[in-house]
C-alpha cells in the first residue's frame, strides 16, 4: 500500500492534473459492476476455520469464524475475491503501521449494523468500562496547544496548508480483566451514539490468527465503491452546533475536498471526478459536522501489482481528512509533533466484497481499540494558520467525550469535558 509520498500542493489547475493523470496511468480497465446488494453473501466452503470466536460487522455486512488473515501490503490483490473485513494503521509499514484483512467462514448481510450474538445486557457479557478517572492522553493540554502552534508556524513558513493533530487517550479495564468482548462496547455504542458508519471486529489474541479488536462508531466515509463509482465523504469542521461553525471550518473542508479529489482522480475515468455536496451540515450526537462527497468512475491499470485496491489504496489511503495538505508534509510534521502512534484511529475500518464489486470504508475516528492490557481512543483536530490552539484543545475534548463517557460506563455529557 502506497502511502502519501507524494509532495503535490493541495490546490492546483486541472490541466496540471490532468497531466500527471496521464503520466501515472496508461490503459485503463473499470472495475467490475456490482451485483444486486440484496442477494446473499456466499459462505467459504473448503477453508477451515481457525478462530471460531472471531466476528465482524460492519455497515450491514457480519461475519463469524475466521478462515484466514492477509498482509494488505502484500495481498492486497486478494481483496478481488470474497468478503474481507479490513483495519488499516494510520502509520504505514516504515513506522510500525499494519494493514490486514480478515476473511470469515460465514458472512451474512442485513440491514442490523448491531454485532452478531446474544445481546449483552448483565452479567458475563455486559460492558464493564474503566474508571472514568483513569484516562490519561498522549499529550497534555499544554503540549497539544504547542503543537498547534508548530503547525502554525509551518503554515506560515510554507511548509503545510493543513495538518491534522492527535492525541491518543488510554485507560486500564478494572483490575483482573482480560481482553474484553468487542460486541459488549459495541452495543453499548450504538445505543448511546449512533453512527453511520459503526462496527466492529474482535479476532482473540489466543486464536492462532492475527488478532484485532476495534470498536467504531465513525461518522466518515472514506470510501464506498458501488456501481464502478468510487465516492468518499470527507469531514472537516466541528462544533457543538450550527452556529458554532467558523470561516476557519469551511475553509478547511474546501482545502481538504480539493485533496480528495485530487486522490481519486489517480484511480477514476478522467473527467469523471465530480464534487456533489459541499459543506453540507450533518448533526451527530452531541456535535455537528461539515461534510462534503467527491466521486468518479473509477478506472485502474490492468494488470498493475496489488490489483484493484492495491491501487485504490495506494492513491487515497492515509485519509485527506486526518492527515493534512499537501499529504507528503503533513504526514512528516504529524510524526514530528505526535507522541507515539495512532494506529487504526484515523486509518480505515469496513469491508471490500471482491466478488459483489462493492465497498465501504470508514474513517477510523471516533474509535476505541485495545491494545497492550488498555482500552484506547483517538481525537484530534485540524490545523490551519486559522486555527487557535485553546479551540483546537477544546475541539479535541468535544470529539472525545461523549463516548469516553459512554465507554466508561457513565450518562453521555450535555458538554465536553476534560480528559487530560
Known amino acids: 500500500m502506497r502511502r502519501g509520498s507524494r509532495s503535490e500542493p493541495a490546490v492546483e489547475g486541472a490541466a496540471a492534473r490532468r497531466s500527471r493523470r496521464s503520466d501515472l496511468h496508461g490503459d485503463h480497465e473499470t472495475a467490475p459492476v456490482a451485483r444486486p446488494s440484496g442477494l446473499p453473501v456466499e459462505p467459504v466452503r473448503d477453508a477451515p476455520v481457525r478462530a471460531a470466536a472471531g466476528f465482524a460487522s460492519f455497515a450491514g455486512r457480519h ?22 473485513f479490513v483495519v488499516a494503521d494510520f502509520e504505514d509499514p ?39 478517572d483513569s484516562w490519561r492522553s498522549s499529550l497534555s493540554r499544554d503540549e497539544y496547544q504547542a503543537a498547534v502552534a508548530a503547525v502554525r508556524d509551518a503554515v506560515h513558513e510554507g511548509d503545510v496548508y493543513q495538518a491534522n493533530i492527535c492525541r491518543v487517550l488510554s485507560a486500564p479495564l478494572p483490575a483482573g480483566r482480560e481482553e474484553p468482548d468487542a460486541r459488549a462496547l459495541a452495543r453499548v455504542l450504538a445505543a448511546g451514539n449512533p453512527a453511520p458508519y459503526a462496527g466492529a471486529i474482535h479476532v482473540p489474541a489466543a486464536s492462532g490468527v492475527d488478532p484485532v479488536w476495534v470498536v467504531t462508531a465513525s461518522p466518515e466515509l472514506f470510501l464506498r465503491l458501488q456501481d464502478g463509482v468510487l465516492s468518499s465523504g470527507p469531514i472537516k469542521g466541528t462544533a457543538p452546533t450550527v452556529d458554532g461553525l467558523r470561516e476557519k471550518d469551511r475553509t478547511e473542508n474546501v482545502m481538504i475536498t480539493d485533496l480528495v479529489r485530487n486522490d481519486l ?11 456533489t455536496d459541499l459543506l453540507a451540515v450533518e448533526a451527530h450526537p452531541g456535535l455537528v459536522h461539515l461534510v462534503s462527497r467527491v466521486q468518479g468512475s473509477v478506472s485502474v491499470e490492468d494488470g498493475a501489482p496489488g490489483g484493484l485496491w492495491g491501487q485504490v489504496l495506494g492513491a487515497t489511503f492515509p485519509p485527506a481528512s486526518v492527515s493534512g ?8 510534521i504529524i510524526r514530528d509533533l505526535e507522541r507515539g502512534p495512532r494506529g487504526p484511529y484515523c486509518g480505515a475500518v469496513g469491508w471490500v466484497d471482491g466478488d459483489a464489486g462493492e465497498a465501504e470504508l470508514a474513517v477510523g475516528i471516533r474509535t476505541f481499540w485495545w491494545a497492550d492490557d488498555e482500552l484506547r481512543f483517538g481525537t484530534g483536530a485540524g490545523i490551519t494558520w486559522g486555527s487557535d490552539p485553546v479551540e483546537e484543545w477544546e475541539e479535541t475534548e468535544l470529539k472525545a467525550a461523549r463516548l469516553v463517557a459512554l465507554a466508561s460506563g457513565g450518562p453521555a455529557p450535555t458538554s465536553a469535558a476534560a480528559a487530560d
Open 63 to 84: 461475519g463469524t469464524g475466521v478462515v484466514e488473515c492477509i498482509d494488505l501490503t502484500v495481498d492486497s490483490a486478494r481483496l478481488a475475491e470474497g468478503l474481507w
Open 94 to 132: 516504515a513506522h510500525g503501521g499494519r494493514a490486514r484483512a480478515w476473511r470469515f467462514a460465514h458472512p451474512t448481510r442485513s440491514r442490523d449494523d448491531r454485532p452478531t450474538g446474544a445481546a449483552p445486557s448483565g452479567g458475563e457479557g455486559a460492558w464493564r468500562g474503566p474508571d472514568p
Open 265 to 275: 482522480q489517480r484511480v477514476s475515468e478522467p473527467g469523471s471526478v465530480e464534487v
Open 325 to 332: 495538505a499537501p499529504k507528503s508534509s503533513a504526514l512528516r
